[in-house]
Protein backbone atom coordinates (compact mmCIF):
# COMPACT_ATOMS: atom_id res chain seq x y z
CA UNK A 1 0.00 0.00 0.00
CA UNK A 2 1.60 2.92 -1.13
CA UNK A 3 -1.06 5.73 -1.41
CA UNK A 4 -0.62 9.18 0.94
CA UNK A 5 -2.05 9.00 3.87
CA UNK A 6 -4.09 11.90 5.03
CA UNK A 7 -6.15 12.70 8.13
CA UNK A 8 -9.72 11.55 8.16
CA UNK A 9 -12.16 14.23 8.17
CA UNK A 10 -13.41 14.67 11.53
CA UNK A 11 -11.80 14.87 15.05
CA UNK A 12 -10.42 11.70 15.82
CA UNK A 13 -9.69 9.04 18.66
CA UNK A 14 -6.61 7.50 18.93
CA UNK A 15 -6.96 4.97 17.22
CA UNK A 16 -9.77 4.47 14.38
CA UNK A 17 -9.93 1.30 12.26
CA UNK A 18 -12.45 1.80 9.49
CA UNK A 19 -13.11 -0.79 6.85
CA UNK A 20 -10.22 -3.58 8.11
CA UNK A 21 -10.39 -6.40 5.88
CA UNK A 22 -7.45 -9.19 6.34
CA UNK A 23 -8.11 -12.61 4.07
CA UNK A 24 -5.87 -15.27 3.92
CA UNK A 25 -5.58 -17.26 1.02
CA UNK A 26 -6.22 -20.92 0.70
CA UNK A 27 -4.04 -22.75 -1.61
CA UNK A 28 -4.48 -25.96 -3.43
CA UNK A 29 -3.52 -28.46 -5.89
CA UNK A 30 0.11 -28.97 -7.33
CA UNK A 31 0.50 -25.46 -8.57
CA UNK A 32 -0.75 -24.01 -5.45
CA UNK A 33 -3.68 -21.95 -6.69
CA UNK A 34 -6.01 -19.93 -4.54
CA UNK A 35 -9.24 -21.52 -4.13
CA UNK A 36 -10.59 -19.70 -1.55
CA UNK A 37 -10.39 -16.88 1.20
CA UNK A 38 -10.50 -17.42 5.03
CA UNK A 39 -12.46 -13.90 5.74
CA UNK A 40 -10.57 -13.41 9.56
CA UNK A 41 -11.63 -9.91 9.45
CA UNK A 42 -14.46 -8.55 7.32
CA UNK A 43 -15.22 -5.30 7.42
CA UNK A 44 -14.69 -4.12 10.66
CA UNK A 45 -14.57 -0.62 12.47
CA UNK A 46 -13.51 0.11 15.94
CA UNK A 47 -12.68 3.37 17.43
CA UNK A 48 -10.65 4.24 21.18
CA UNK A 49 -10.59 7.60 22.60
CA UNK A 50 -7.17 8.48 24.38
CA UNK A 51 -6.75 6.83 27.60
CA UNK A 52 -9.84 4.56 27.35
CA UNK A 53 -10.36 0.59 26.81
CA UNK A 54 -12.06 -1.10 24.23
CA UNK A 55 -12.30 -4.79 25.11
CA UNK A 56 -12.48 -7.25 21.76
CA UNK A 57 -15.04 -10.23 22.56
CA UNK A 58 -15.46 -13.04 20.52
CA UNK A 59 -14.87 -16.79 20.71
CA UNK A 60 -11.32 -18.69 19.52
CA UNK A 61 -11.10 -17.87 15.79
CA UNK A 62 -13.43 -15.53 15.12
CA UNK A 63 -10.76 -13.26 13.80
CA UNK A 64 -10.18 -10.84 17.22
CA UNK A 65 -6.36 -11.60 17.41
CA UNK A 66 -6.61 -10.99 13.44
CA UNK A 67 -7.49 -7.40 14.00
CA UNK A 68 -4.69 -6.69 16.57
CA UNK A 69 -2.01 -8.29 14.49
CA UNK A 70 -3.60 -6.16 11.31
CA UNK A 71 -3.71 -2.98 13.64
CA UNK A 72 0.38 -4.09 14.05
CA UNK A 73 0.62 -4.85 10.62
CA UNK A 74 2.29 -8.15 11.59
CA UNK A 75 -0.19 -9.30 8.78
CA UNK A 76 -0.96 -7.28 6.00
CA UNK A 77 -4.79 -6.14 5.48
CA UNK A 78 -6.31 -5.49 2.22
CA UNK A 79 -8.60 -3.05 2.49
CA UNK A 80 -9.29 -0.53 5.00
CA UNK A 81 -7.71 2.29 7.00
CA UNK A 82 -5.91 2.31 10.62
CA UNK A 83 -5.66 5.47 11.94
CA UNK A 84 -3.41 6.33 14.96
CA UNK A 85 -2.86 9.75 15.94
CA UNK A 86 -4.73 10.75 12.83
CA UNK A 87 -2.48 9.26 10.14
CA UNK A 88 -3.21 5.69 8.46
CA UNK A 89 -0.67 3.07 9.58
CA UNK A 90 -1.59 1.41 6.65
CA UNK A 91 -0.44 4.06 4.14
CA UNK A 92 3.22 4.09 5.35
CA UNK A 93 6.31 2.23 4.00
CA UNK A 94 8.26 0.74 6.68
CA UNK A 95 10.74 3.62 7.46
CA UNK A 96 7.80 5.76 8.03
CA UNK A 97 5.77 3.19 10.05
CA UNK A 98 9.03 2.44 12.17
CA UNK A 99 8.26 5.43 15.14
CA UNK A 100 4.86 3.99 15.17
CA UNK A 101 5.91 0.59 16.47
CA UNK A 102 7.58 2.07 19.30
CA UNK A 103 3.65 4.18 20.04
CA UNK A 104 1.84 0.43 19.25
CA UNK A 105 2.94 -2.19 21.75
CA UNK A 106 1.68 -5.73 22.20
CA UNK A 107 1.53 -8.49 25.49
CA UNK A 108 0.88 -11.34 24.25
CA UNK A 109 -1.17 -14.92 26.03
CA UNK A 110 2.10 -17.37 26.50
CA UNK A 111 4.24 -14.95 28.46
CA UNK A 112 6.81 -17.89 28.38
CA UNK A 113 6.79 -18.43 24.35
CA UNK A 114 6.46 -14.69 23.87
CA UNK A 115 10.15 -14.20 25.87
CA UNK A 116 13.49 -15.75 24.85
CA UNK A 117 14.28 -18.22 27.42
CA UNK A 118 18.62 -17.70 26.81
CA UNK A 119 17.92 -14.13 27.64
CA UNK A 120 18.51 -12.34 31.03
CA UNK A 121 14.96 -10.47 32.18
CA UNK A 122 16.97 -7.16 32.35
CA UNK A 123 17.81 -7.72 27.94
CA UNK A 124 14.49 -8.57 27.58
CA UNK A 125 13.23 -5.16 28.94
CA UNK A 126 16.43 -3.19 27.50
CA UNK A 127 15.79 -4.87 23.83
CA UNK A 128 13.20 -2.84 22.49
CA UNK A 129 14.66 0.55 24.15
CA UNK A 130 18.14 -0.37 22.48
CA UNK A 131 16.17 -0.54 19.40
CA UNK A 132 14.33 2.64 19.19
CA UNK A 133 17.38 4.48 20.56
CA UNK A 134 16.08 5.03 24.51
CA UNK A 135 18.49 5.74 26.93
CA UNK A 136 22.35 6.99 26.56
CA UNK A 137 24.12 4.32 27.64
CA UNK A 138 23.74 0.86 28.45
CA UNK A 139 24.03 1.67 32.39
CA UNK A 140 21.11 3.99 31.66
CA UNK A 141 19.06 1.24 30.31
CA UNK A 142 19.87 -0.86 32.82
CA UNK A 143 18.60 1.61 35.30
CA UNK A 144 15.04 2.00 33.23
CA UNK A 145 14.60 -1.56 33.09
CA UNK A 146 14.83 -1.60 37.33
CA UNK A 147 12.26 1.10 37.00
CA UNK A 148 10.64 -1.05 35.05
CA UNK A 149 10.48 -3.65 37.02
CA UNK A 150 9.07 -1.64 39.97
CA UNK A 151 6.50 -0.30 37.86
CA UNK A 152 5.02 -4.02 37.38
CA UNK A 153 5.68 -4.98 41.34
CA UNK A 154 8.55 -7.19 40.69
CA UNK A 155 11.99 -6.74 42.52
CA UNK A 156 14.29 -5.11 39.83
CA UNK A 157 17.47 -6.86 41.50
CA UNK A 158 15.66 -10.29 39.45
CA UNK A 159 16.88 -8.34 36.47
CA UNK A 160 19.46 -10.88 36.39
CA UNK A 161 17.46 -14.32 36.07
CA UNK A 162 15.84 -15.93 33.03
CA UNK A 163 12.58 -16.30 32.49
CA UNK A 164 12.12 -19.98 33.62
CA UNK A 165 13.37 -18.50 37.23
CA UNK A 166 9.51 -16.91 37.45
CA UNK A 167 6.12 -18.07 37.49
CA UNK A 168 3.71 -17.51 35.09
CA UNK A 169 2.00 -14.27 36.39
CA UNK A 170 5.74 -12.89 37.46
CA UNK A 171 6.51 -13.64 33.50
CA UNK A 172 3.66 -12.14 32.73
CA UNK A 173 4.73 -9.04 34.31
CA UNK A 174 8.00 -9.32 32.48
CA UNK A 175 5.82 -9.05 29.18
CA UNK A 176 4.09 -5.80 30.27
CA UNK A 177 7.38 -4.07 31.28
CA UNK A 178 9.26 -5.30 27.95
CA UNK A 179 6.23 -3.34 26.21
CA UNK A 180 6.02 -0.09 28.38
CA UNK A 181 9.97 0.34 28.87
CA UNK A 182 9.19 2.13 25.08
CA UNK A 183 6.80 4.55 26.13
CA UNK A 184 3.77 3.56 24.12
CA UNK A 185 0.62 4.99 23.43
CA UNK A 186 -1.76 2.05 23.07
CA UNK A 187 -1.47 -1.32 23.85
CA UNK A 188 -2.87 -4.50 22.62
CA UNK A 189 -3.67 -6.80 25.07
CA UNK A 190 -4.02 -10.71 23.12
CA UNK A 191 -5.67 -12.61 25.41
CA UNK A 192 -2.81 -11.43 27.98
CA UNK A 193 -3.84 -13.22 31.45
CA UNK A 194 -6.03 -16.17 29.52
CA UNK A 195 -3.50 -18.72 30.10
CA UNK A 196 -3.10 -17.44 34.21
CA UNK A 197 -5.39 -18.65 37.69
CA UNK A 198 -7.77 -16.62 38.12
CA UNK A 199 -6.29 -15.34 41.08
CA UNK A 200 -3.64 -14.20 38.96
CA UNK A 201 -5.66 -12.67 36.50
CA UNK A 202 -7.34 -10.12 39.49
CA UNK A 203 -3.86 -9.59 40.39
CA UNK A 204 -2.52 -8.81 36.30
CA UNK A 205 -6.24 -6.83 35.36
CA UNK A 206 -5.31 -4.31 38.41
CA UNK A 207 -1.94 -3.55 37.55
CA UNK A 208 -3.44 -3.03 34.38
CA UNK A 209 -5.54 -0.55 35.40
CA UNK A 210 -3.40 1.05 37.63
CA UNK A 211 -0.30 1.84 34.63
CA UNK A 212 -3.32 3.15 32.79
CA UNK A 213 -4.24 5.66 35.20
CA UNK A 214 -0.76 6.91 35.52
CA UNK A 215 0.85 6.10 32.52
CA UNK A 216 -2.72 7.16 30.64
CA UNK A 217 -2.39 4.02 28.59
CA UNK A 218 -4.98 3.39 25.82
CA UNK A 219 -5.57 -0.60 25.69
CA UNK A 220 -7.38 -2.87 22.98
CA UNK A 221 -7.71 -5.45 25.09
CA UNK A 222 -8.45 -8.80 22.90
CA UNK A 223 -10.22 -11.68 25.09
CA UNK A 224 -12.60 -14.66 24.58
CA UNK A 225 -13.89 -14.05 27.89
CA UNK A 226 -17.01 -11.68 28.01
CA UNK A 227 -16.87 -11.68 31.74
CA UNK A 228 -13.23 -10.09 32.74
CA UNK A 229 -14.11 -6.90 30.19
CA UNK A 230 -16.43 -5.66 32.65
CA UNK A 231 -13.56 -4.93 35.24
CA UNK A 232 -11.38 -3.23 32.92
CA UNK A 233 -13.30 -2.13 29.51
CA UNK A 234 -14.83 1.34 29.09
CA UNK A 235 -16.33 0.03 25.94
CA UNK A 236 -16.58 -3.66 24.26
CA UNK A 237 -17.17 -4.79 20.81
CA UNK A 238 -18.61 -8.24 20.04
CA UNK A 239 -17.25 -10.25 17.12
CA UNK A 240 -18.31 -13.15 15.35
CA UNK A 241 -17.02 -14.45 12.51
CA UNK A 242 -14.75 -12.24 10.92
CA UNK A 243 -17.41 -9.31 11.89
CA UNK A 244 -18.43 -6.67 15.07
CA UNK A 245 -21.94 -7.55 15.73
CA UNK A 246 -22.31 -5.29 18.31
CA UNK A 247 -20.77 -2.67 20.14
CA UNK A 248 -21.34 -0.30 23.33
CA UNK A 249 -20.57 1.18 26.15
CA UNK A 250 -19.64 -1.78 28.98
CA UNK A 251 -22.16 -0.73 31.74
CA UNK A 252 -24.97 -0.88 29.14
CA UNK A 253 -24.48 -3.45 27.27
CA UNK A 254 -23.98 -6.00 29.66
CA UNK A 255 -27.11 -4.33 31.49
CA UNK A 256 -28.97 -4.24 27.90
CA UNK A 257 -27.28 -6.78 25.48
CA UNK A 258 -29.04 -6.43 21.85
CA UNK A 259 -27.83 -8.86 19.77
CA UNK A 260 -28.43 -13.11 20.62
CA UNK A 261 -24.65 -13.50 20.58
CA UNK A 262 -23.62 -11.42 23.32
CA UNK A 263 -26.89 -12.86 24.92
CA UNK A 264 -25.46 -15.84 24.91
CA UNK A 265 -21.82 -14.95 25.85
CA UNK A 266 -23.26 -13.15 28.73
CA UNK A 267 -25.26 -15.97 29.95
CA UNK A 268 -22.07 -18.28 29.79
CA UNK A 269 -20.64 -16.18 32.75
CA UNK A 270 -21.26 -17.50 36.04
CA UNK A 271 -21.58 -14.48 37.90
CA UNK A 272 -24.18 -13.74 35.68
CA UNK A 273 -27.82 -12.96 37.88
CA UNK A 274 -29.29 -16.79 37.33
CA UNK A 275 -32.78 -15.50 35.82
CA UNK A 276 -31.16 -13.63 33.60
CA UNK A 277 -28.76 -16.66 32.34
CA UNK A 278 -32.48 -18.69 31.90
CA UNK A 279 -33.85 -15.76 29.75
CA UNK A 280 -31.24 -15.57 27.61
CA UNK A 281 -31.07 -17.05 24.15
CA UNK A 282 -28.90 -20.30 23.53
CA UNK A 283 -26.21 -20.21 21.77
CA UNK A 284 -26.48 -23.44 19.32
CA UNK A 285 -23.55 -26.03 17.55
CA UNK A 286 -20.14 -24.92 16.62
CA UNK A 287 -19.05 -21.74 15.38
CA UNK A 288 -19.02 -21.82 11.06
CA UNK A 289 -15.87 -21.87 9.38
CA UNK A 290 -14.38 -18.41 8.38
CA UNK A 291 -13.63 -19.68 4.88
CA UNK A 292 -17.31 -20.87 4.16
CA UNK A 293 -19.31 -18.32 6.15
CA UNK A 294 -23.08 -18.78 6.48
CA UNK A 295 -25.03 -16.35 4.15
CA UNK A 296 -27.39 -13.60 5.36
CA UNK A 297 -26.70 -13.44 8.92
CA UNK A 298 -23.35 -15.26 9.91
CA UNK A 299 -25.00 -15.87 13.05
CA UNK A 300 -28.09 -17.64 11.85
CA UNK A 301 -26.85 -21.14 12.00
CA UNK A 302 -26.66 -21.03 16.10
CA UNK A 303 -29.48 -18.14 17.03
CA UNK A 304 -32.64 -19.33 18.40
CA UNK A 305 -33.93 -16.73 17.77
CA UNK A 306 -33.66 -16.78 13.59
CA UNK A 307 -36.32 -16.06 11.14
CA UNK A 308 -37.00 -16.17 8.40
CA UNK A 309 -35.29 -12.81 6.41
CA UNK A 310 -31.90 -14.03 8.76
CA UNK A 311 -30.08 -16.72 5.89
CA UNK A 312 -31.22 -14.59 3.13
CA UNK A 313 -30.51 -10.79 4.17
CA UNK A 314 -27.14 -9.78 5.76
CA UNK A 315 -28.34 -7.61 8.77
CA UNK A 316 -26.28 -3.52 8.51
CA UNK A 317 -25.19 -2.64 12.21
CA UNK A 318 -27.99 -0.73 13.62
CA UNK A 319 -28.11 1.86 15.77
CA UNK A 320 -29.29 0.81 19.39
CA UNK A 321 -29.36 3.05 22.77
CA UNK A 322 -25.77 1.97 24.40
CA UNK A 323 -23.80 1.55 20.75
CA UNK A 324 -24.91 -1.02 16.98
CA UNK A 325 -26.36 -4.20 16.80
CA UNK A 326 -25.90 -6.41 13.91
CA UNK A 327 -29.50 -7.84 14.47
CA UNK A 328 -32.67 -7.15 11.83
CA UNK A 329 -34.52 -7.45 15.70
CA UNK A 330 -32.37 -3.97 17.11
CA UNK A 331 -33.48 -2.60 13.52
CA UNK A 332 -35.18 0.85 14.42
CA UNK A 333 -34.49 0.59 18.07
CA UNK A 334 -32.27 3.16 18.41
CA UNK A 335 -30.84 6.39 16.88
CA UNK A 336 -26.88 7.36 16.33
CA UNK A 337 -28.03 10.12 18.64
CA UNK A 338 -29.58 8.33 21.04
CA UNK A 339 -26.25 6.39 21.15
CA UNK A 340 -24.30 9.46 21.38
CA UNK A 341 -26.09 10.80 24.16
CA UNK A 342 -25.94 7.58 26.24
CA UNK A 343 -22.12 7.53 25.61
CA UNK A 344 -21.84 11.47 26.90
CA UNK A 345 -24.48 9.74 29.77
CA UNK A 346 -21.81 6.99 31.03
CA UNK A 347 -18.79 9.43 30.79
CA UNK A 348 -20.51 11.74 33.01
FE1 LIG B 1 -30.49 -14.01 14.99
FE2 LIG B 1 -31.63 -13.10 12.75
FE3 LIG B 1 -30.69 -11.40 14.56
FE4 LIG B 1 -29.03 -12.83 13.06
S1 LIG B 1 -30.45 -11.24 12.34
S2 LIG B 1 -28.86 -12.46 15.23
S3 LIG B 1 -30.13 -14.75 12.92
S4 LIG B 1 -32.38 -12.82 14.84
Known amino acids: MSAQPEAPPTAQPLLRVEGLRTWFPIKAG ?23 TLALVGE ?6 TVGRSILRLVEPQAGHVWFEGV ?3 GLDPGALQPYRRKLQVVFQDPMASLDPRMRVRDIVAEGMRSFGIGASSAERTERVAAMLSR ?38 DEAISALDVSIQAQILNLLRDLQDELGLTYLFITHDLGVVRYLADSVAVMYVGQIVETGETEQLFREPAHPYTRGLLAAIPSVDPERRSAAPQVLGDVPSPANPPPGCRFHTRCAEAFER ?29 AKDSAKRDRS
Not at 60 to 65: H, P
Not at 162 to 182: D, K, T
Open 30 to 52: VLRRTVGHVRAVDDVDLEIPAGR
Open 60 to 65: SGCGKT
Open 88 to 90: DLL
Open 152 to 189: VQLDPDQMWRYPHEFSGGQRQRIGIARALAVEPRLVIC
Open 310 to 338: CPREAPALYPVAHGASRCFLSEGRGSADD
